[in-house]
């Protein structure tokens, strides 16, 4: 059973500060991760993919991957109130699914 | 370019019955997934279809079916309701694979009475 864990927080942080989620799975064939981000009430957003060791930068948000650790992180980077959401950490799963986690609900406070 | 819309956006049914969800994908895609979101359950992949073809299936019971038709819309159906159906359900499309992500639809709201 290939899992996706994530800390369901909530991770509350203050305005302008970096929010750090994490992300670990389990199968270690793994090869796309993915962020999305979801708000209440509505449908999940994707914001990163990461395929490859190392960091991926897009404006406020870089994504992590360490394949060898089996984890992905997404930094927001001047987090704003904008960006409380829940935040969905997913993995390709093979036979064209991704697999998700519960996901972190972050709250940033003005 | 429009998005993936789904129909209805908030269904209320009754046990026993069955409902028929629709899922029109992005403009030349041709997969399309089905979710099931629930708050204990997070994120549950139900199916995904690709030109017609079920591809990959989830565990759930075979009370939850789906097809895709030749223009890329599918459909879900949910036969004899459960109380433990309600969630939002979420269909999603992707050019061909997973590998680049997906984009979801709005989701339909379902509520078993």
Redesign the interface.
């Known amino acids: 059973q290939k899992e996706v864990e994530q800390n369901s927080g909530p991770l509350s942080v203050p305005e302008g500060a970096i929010a750090s989620l994490n992300c670990t799975y389990s199968d270690r064939g793994s090869?796309?991760f993915?962020w999305y981000r979801q708000y209440s009430g509505?449908?999940?957003?994707?914001i990163m993919?990461i395929y490859s060791n190392g960091d991926k930068e897009d404006g406020r948000f870089t994504a992590q991957l360490n394949k060898a650790s089996q984890y992905v992180s997404l930094l927001i980077r001047d987090s704003q109130p904008s960006d409380s959401a829940t935040y969905?950490c997913?993995v390709?799963?093979g036979?064209?699914?991704?697999?998700?986690?519960?996901?972190t609900i972050l709250r940033v406070k003005s | 370019k429009a998005g993936v819309t789904q129909t209805p956006r908030y269904l209320i049914k009754t046990r026993g019955q069955q409902v028929t969800l629709s899922c029109s994908p992005i403009s030349g895609h041709r997969s399309v997934s089905w979710y099931q979101q629930t708050p204990g359950q997070g994120l549950q992949f139900l199916f995904e279809y690709f030109s017609e073809t079920q591809r990959n299936k989830g565990n759930f019971p075979g009370r939850f079916s789906g097809r895709q038709f030749s223009n890329s819309r599918s459909e879900m159906n949910v036969s004899t309701l459960e109380l433990g159906d309600s969630a939002l359900y979420l269909c999603a499309s992707s050019s061909a694979t997973s590998s680049y992500g997906y984009t979801f639809g709005s989701g339909t709201r379902l509520t078993v009475v």
């Open positions: 090869q796309s993915f509505k449908s999940p957003e994707l993919f969905l997913a390709e799963g036979g064209n699914k991704l697999v998700f986690g519960a996901g």
